[in-house]
């Protein structure tokens, strides 16, 4: 059996943050927070947590991210310009 990846694994867990408007209850906006994005930040504990991993370990979670969503908008582009596929 295949282990899953640890960076996979971190690069998963976060939360969506969604923003309610008052004015316009038609209105909202939807942020994903990842966990790498907040471990990195300036005065993140969640390094010093016990479980938690240093912030070298988080940035190269935030590139591997950064490549898994590049690849996602390219292959949607891709559906975009050849919905029934190329064959």
């Given at each position: 059996?295949?282990?899953?990846?640890?960076?996979?694994?971190?690069?998963?867990?976060g939360?969506g943050l969604?923003?309610?408007?008052?004015?316009?209850?038609?209105?909202?906006?939807?942020?994903?927070?990842?966990m790498?994005?907040?471990?990195?930040?300036?005065?993140?504990?969640i390094?010093?947590?016990?479980?938690?991993?240093?912030?070298?370990y988080?940035?190269?979670v935030?590139?591997?991210d950064s490549?898994?969503?590049?690849m996602?908008?390219?292959f949607g582009?891709f559906?975009?310009i050849?919905p029934?596929?190329i064959i």
């Open positions: 059996m295949l282990k899953k990846s640890i960076i996979f694994k971190d690069i998963s867990c939360a969604i923003t309610l408007y008052e004015d316009d209850v038609t209105n909202y906006n939807y942020k994903l927070v990842n790498y994005a907040l471990a990195l930040e300036k005065d993140s504990n390094p010093n947590v016990e479980g938690g991993k240093s912030k070298a988080y940035a190269p935030k590139i591997a490549v898994v969503q590049a996602f908008k390219v582009l559906y975009k050849f029934d596929g």
